[in-house]
């Protein structure tokens, strides 16, 4: 603004056609350079953020500014003449509060240049980038502003920098523009009503003046410019409060709908700690900030710990094919992780020319349909974050809603953090619960399994002995009733007898899972797991279909480890292998085809047994067996055909939970202390390489 | 002919039918319903064998069978045991258990292992 006064100051003097003129234009002249720097010196302040501490300062300085503004239009004490110099027909000749104006001027403009150098090390990239921008225009105004002091002291130095001022402007809205130092629709309105309010204020007494001389001078006197001076004075007062008004005004008008959806957002991440639900969490954050804002699309991406990788949780709106996970070595995460702030796909796009590397993260970032990429952190840590699409509206995002954004990221981390903590220890109480009734129920069917047992036991024994006499006696008086009685009596005792052995072994199978010492570790061979486990599985899967060959040597070390668990992990394995095998069959028919389980070992005197069970069922492909030991991943689909399986549970399409595999990892890796992996190719087979400690190896 | 087996189980139907089917085949039978009493019974009668169950009120098959090896280390004795615990056939077979017999027995299984016993008795003692 000043700037612009003061330039068409110069236009003025320089059109000038005679001495009152030219006076008039260099009032107008210093009018707009005069407030330049209680300006600069406010803008200094608000830049670096310490405008509230100085108010004071900024308040002197405002009313030194007013009073050298109402001298410099109306008293001589300012400009007290103009005269030819150098090339200039008119200059302006100082009067003695214009040597203040100049100590001002220098004074400001170099602690301005000293205090924006100053904190540039301080400042977020993001800022130091805008301030290199303020300070180069700041240099050029200054040296432009500063050369019109010389004609006035009487030094012969052409005023020529003065039009680098011109530049000043357009530096400080390039930067505007590029890095969005305030929002560019308030600035224009605030330039537009501030314009307005001041050619109002200060233009009504010059036209009061201009038109209304000779009246004025008629009606009140010799002192007529007295009137026009105290309105404009008093206008003056006004004027700031009449701007401060107007500007709120436009502000609430243009910033309706932004203030709006900041203020829900805001709220929003108040009440979000309350949720316990991650899904239904994260699902809200998304709609809220896509309805609210009216973005066309949003997603969230959170840490999984675990596989050390960044998912999708939730996401609203349309985009073609959004990424699922996002792995930490990805140049957008690493970014995040690395400057923890948010990322705009605009400022990357500009910034590219200062970083050329800076290319393939835009097109990351575009592929994502990210506009906007909000990191959520803990404690440093990158848990998750936002991705914003453009607005509906077509608008850029300024400032105001970065801030709204980072507290509702920083809040959704929070509750974030609150519900994963309260989904692991509700998980826990179910397995503490869960584990509890498994006990229960374990202890009441050994004491069960035990007491039916004895009843078997007894009722056999005395079928067994009673058909024993029967088959003592001598029957060689009895008549035909008698013999066919007998021969009755002893046709349901054996069958008693045969109805007992059988309930004898379903009570063994029964005792084989509470069994005692079950929860401790004993040296374990790879023969009594592998018959163990065929002894279970053999209730699931058609063991005539599937050739099991046991190829080790019968002398390998025995394990050390539990056996329940073993067999767990061998049934898993097993039951695996034949789904895979099943599959195989039906998806190629080919002919010949029989499904096999071949068991190696390897041991190399090193503590380790190595067992290898490898099956030709129809493979994993590639992309997914690194995934098989994460829980919840299956590739199975319902291989078996109703009916095809042996028990009843069976006979509805069975799909696999995914669980299998990482509770066998778990079994393997923590509870033995052993390792599994798995090599696998789709249509060949799959082979899973088991390591397992010996028995003497862990004393 | 004098060889005599003991019987040993907190169960009455059990104690009575295995009785009768060993009188039925000449052998001398007692019966014991706990530890306690098989352990006297060893001590004052001598049997030549014994079918000693596991699972007992009071003290179990196993201990049982390690205060009956103090006092008489050549009874044979027969363990019946209602599960496939490894952790106590593995115990008994140290303290010198001479053969298994799993609940619920077969009649016949009982028969060849008990009879076995006293014919190979029978054969020492004519030698």
Request: glycine letters at 6%; proline letters at 4%; hydrophobic letters at 45%.
């Given at each position: 603004?000043?700037?612009?006064?003061?330039?068409?100051?110069?236009?003025?003097?320089?059109?000038?056609?005679?001495?009152i003129q030219a006076v008039f234009a260099s009032r107008i002249l210093q009018f707009g350079s005069i407030p330049i720097p209680i300006l600069q010196l406010h803008f200094a302040y608000l830049f670096i953020d310490i405008s509230k501490k100085r108010r004071g300062l900024l308040y002197a300085g405002y009313v030194?500014?007013?009073?050298?503004?109402?001298?410099?239009?109306?008293?001589?004490?300012?400009?007290?003449?103009?005269?030819?110099?150098?090339?200039?027909?008119?200059?302006?000749?100082?009067?003695?509060?214009?040597?203040?104006?100049?100590?001002?001027?220098?004074?400001?403009?170099?602690?301005?240049?000293?205090?924006?150098?100053?904190?540039?090390?301080?400042?977020?990239?993001?800022?130091?980038?805008?301030?290199?921008?303020?300070?180069?225009?700041?240099?050029?105004?200054?040296?432009?502003?500063?050369?019109?002091?010389?004609?006035?002291?009487?030094?012969?130095?052409?005023?020529?920098?003065?039009?680098?001022?011109?530049?000043?402007?357009?530096?400080?809205?390039?930067?505007?523009?590029?890095?969005?130092?305030?929002?560019?629709?308030?600035?224009?309105?605030?330039?537009?009503?501030?314009?307005?309010?001041?050619?109002?204020?200060?233009?009504?007494?010059?036209?009061?003046?201009?038109?209304?001389?000779?009246?004025l001078s008629a009606v009140v006197g010799f002192y007529w410019w007295m009137l026009p001076l105290g309105m404009m004075g008093l206008f003056a007062t006004i004027g700031p409060f009449v701007y401060i008004y107007l500007d709120k005004k436009t502000e609430e008008r243009l910033f309706k709908r932004q203030r709006?959806?900041?203020?829900?957002?805001?709220?929003?991440?108040?009440?979000?700690?309350?949720?316990?639900?991650?899904?239904?969490?994260?699902?809200?954050?998304?709609?809220?900030?896509?309805?609210?804002?009216?973005?066309?699309?949003?997603?969230?991406?959170?840490?999984?710990?675990?596989?050390?990788?960044?998912?999708?949780?939730?996401?609203?709106?349309?985009?073609?094919?959004?990424?699922?996970?996002?792995?930490?070595?990805?140049?957008?995460?690493?970014?995040?992780?690395?400057?923890?702030?948010?990322?705009?796909?605009?400022?990357?796009?500009?910034?590219?020319?200062?970083?050329?590397?800076?290319?393939?993260?835009?097109?990351?970032?575009?592929?994502?349909?990210?506009?906007?990429?909000?990191?959520?952190?803990?404690?440093?840590?990158?848990?998750?974050?936002?991705?914003?699409?453009?607005?509906?509206?077509?608008?850029?995002?300024?400032?105001?809603?970065?801030?709204?954004?980072?507290?509702?990221?920083?809040?959704?981390?929070?509750?974030?953090?609150?519900?994963?903590?309260?989904?692991?220890?509700?998980?826990?109480?179910?397995?503490?619960?869960?584990?509890?009734?498994?006990?229960?129920?374990?202890?009441?069917?050994?004491?069960?399994?035990?007491?039916?047992?004895?009843?078997?036991?007894?009722?056999?024994?005395?079928?067994?002995?009673?058909?024993?006499?029967?088959?003592?006696?001598?029957?060689?008086?009895?008549?035909?009733?008698?013999?066919?009685?007998?021969?009755?009596?002893?046709?349901?005792?054996?069958?008693?007898?045969?109805?007992?052995i059988q309930g004898g072994e379903v009570v063994k199978g029964m005792l084989k899972y509470t069994r005692k010492g079950d929860a401790g570790f004993g040296q374990v061979s790879l023969d009594e797991i592998i018959d163990a486990t065929l002894d279970m599985v053999k209730y699931k899967i058609k063991l005539s279909?599937?050739?099991?060959?046991?190829?080790?040597?019968?002398?390998?070390?025995?394990?050390?480890?539990?056996?329940?668990?073993?067999?767990?992990?061998?049934?898993?394995?097993?039951?695996?292998?034949?789904?895979?095998?099943?599959?195989?069959?039906?998806?190629?028919?080919?002919?010949?085809?029989?499904?096999?389980?071949?068991?190696?070992?390897?041991?190399?005197?090193?503590?380790?047994?190595?067992?290898?069970?490898?099956?030709?069922?129809?493979?994993?492909?590639?992309?997914?067996?690194?995934?098989?030991?994460?829980?919840?991943?299956?590739?199975?689909?319902?291989?078996?055909?109703?009916?095809?399986?042996?028990?009843?549970?069976?006979?509805?399409?069975?799909?696999?939970?995914?669980?299998?595999?990482?509770?066998?990892?778990?079994?393997?890796?923590?509870?033995?202390?052993?390792?599994?992996?798995?090599?696998?190719?789709?249509?060949?087979?799959?082979?899973?390489?088991?390591?397992?400690?010996?028995?003497?190896?862990?004393? | 002919?004098?060889?005599?087996?003991?019987?040993?189980?907190?169960?009455?139907?059990?104690?009575?039918?295995?009785?009768?089917?060993?009188?039925?085949?000449?052998?001398?039978?007692?019966?014991?319903?706990?530890?306690?009493?098989?352990?006297?019974?060893?001590?004052?009668?001598?049997?030549?064998?014994?079918?000693?169950?596991?699972?007992?009120?009071?003290?179990?098959?196993?201990?049982?069978?390690?205060?009956?090896?103090?006092?008489?280390?050549?009874?044979?004795?027969?363990?019946?045991?209602?599960?496939?615990?490894?952790?106590?056939?593995?115990?008994?077979?140290?303290?010198?258990?001479?053969?298994?017999?799993?609940?619920?027995?077969?009649?016949?299984?009982?028969?060849?292992?008990?009879?076995?016993?006293?014919?190979?008795?029978?054969?020492?003692?004519?030698?």
């Open positions: 603004m000043g700037v612009g006064i003061w330039c068409f100051g110069c236009y003025l003097l320089l059109v000038s056609q005679n001495k030194l500014t007013f009073i050298l503004l109402i001298s410099d239009l109306f008293t001589p004490f300012f400009i007290r003449d103009v005269s030819p110099n150098l090339y200039f027909l008119f200059f302006p000749v100082a009067g003695p509060l214009y040597h203040i104006f100049t100590i001002i001027y220098f004074g400001v403009s170099f602690y301005w240049i000293y205090l924006l150098t100053k904190s540039i090390p301080s400042l977020s990239p993001l800022k130091r980038n805008q301030a290199k921008y303020v300070a180069i225009a700041s240099v050029i105004g200054i040296i432009g502003g500063g050369s019109t002091f010389f004609l006035i002291y009487n030094i012969p130095f052409p005023p020529f920098p003065a039009l680098l001022v011109a530049l000043y402007p357009l530096i400080i809205s390039y930067a505007i523009l590029k890095y969005r130092l305030m929002d560019i629709r308030l600035v224009i309105t605030r330039v537009s009503i501030f314009v307005a309010v001041y050619t109002f204020v200060l233009g009504i007494p010059f036209v009061l003046a201009f038109w209304l001389k000779p009246w709006r959806y900041q203020n829900t957002l805001k709220q929003a991440s108040l009440g979000m700690s309350r949720i316990r639900d991650l899904d239904k969490l994260l699902k809200l954050v998304v709609h809220i900030v896509s309805r609210s804002v009216r973005i066309n699309y949003a997603g969230i991406y959170l840490e999984d710990k675990e596989n050390n990788i960044y998912n999708l949780k939730a996401s609203r709106g349309e985009l073609n094919k959004p990424a699922l996970s996002l792995s930490p070595d990805n140049l957008m995460v690493k970014q995040l992780i690395a400057g923890k702030e948010t990322l705009f796909l605009d400022e990357i796009k500009s910034r590219m020319m200062d970083a050329p590397d800076l290319e393939s993260l835009k097109l990351e970032m575009a592929a994502l349909g990210a506009t906007v990429v909000v990191p959520s952190l803990i404690e440093g840590r990158l848990l998750g974050f936002m991705v914003l699409g453009d607005k509906c509206s077509g608008e850029i995002y300024t400032k105001d809603d970065m801030e709204v954004f980072t507290v509702l990221a920083n809040q959704a981390a929070l509750a974030i953090e609150n519900a994963r903590f309260f989904a692991e220890s509700k998980e826990m109480q179910e397995q503490i619960s869960q584990a509890e009734k498994m006990a229960t129920i374990g202890t009441m069917a050994d004491g069960l399994s035990h007491q039916i047992n004895n009843r078997f036991h007894a009722l056999s024994l005395i079928s067994g002995d009673v058909l024993d006499s029967i088959s003592l006696a001598d029957t060689a008086n009895y008549n035909d009733e008698q013999k066919e009685l007998l021969g009755e009596i002893k046709y349901g005792l054996e069958r008693i007898q045969d109805n007992v279909e599937i050739d099991i060959i046991r190829d080790y040597p019968k002398d390998i070390p025995k394990v050390k480890g539990n056996l329940t668990q073993l067999q767990e992990v061998f049934f898993n394995l097993i039951d695996n292998a034949y789904d895979a095998a099943m599959e195989r069959k039906q998806a190629f028919k080919e002919p010949g085809y029989r499904a096999r389980i071949k068991i190696t070992t390897e041991y190399n005197n090193n503590g380790v047994l190595k067992i290898d069970l490898e099956d030709n069922g129809i493979g994993v492909k590639e992309e997914d067996y690194k995934k098989l030991f994460t829980p919840f991943f299956t590739t199975k689909v319902s291989s078996r055909k109703p009916g095809g399986g042996g028990l009843a549970s069976d006979s509805q399409s069975r799909k696999g939970t995914g669980l299998g595999l990482y509770v066998i990892k778990k079994i393997v890796a923590d509870n033995h202390k052993g390792k599994i992996n798995v090599l696998s190719r789709y249509r060949q087979g799959t082979r899973f390489k088991l390591e397992l400690p010996v028995a003497w190896a862990i004393g | 002919m004098g060889e005599k087996l003991l019987i040993v189980d907190d169960e009455n139907d059990v104690r009575e039918w295995a009785a009768k089917f060993f009188r039925k085949r000449k052998i001398e039978v007692l019966t014991a319903s706990n530890g306690e009493d098989a352990i006297d019974i060893v001590n004052k009668d001598r049997p030549a064998a014994m079918l000693l169950d596991i699972t007992m009120e009071g003290i179990d098959g196993i201990e049982t069978l390690r205060r009956v090896r103090e006092v008489d280390k050549d009874i044979k004795v027969v363990m019946v045991t209602g599960s496939e615990d490894k952790d106590a056939m593995n115990q008994t077979r140290e303290l010198g258990a001479y053969d298994y017999i799993h609940k619920p027995l077969k009649m016949s299984e009982l028969e060849s292992v008990v009879l076995k016993i006293f014919e190979k008795e029978k054969n020492e003692k004519k030698d």
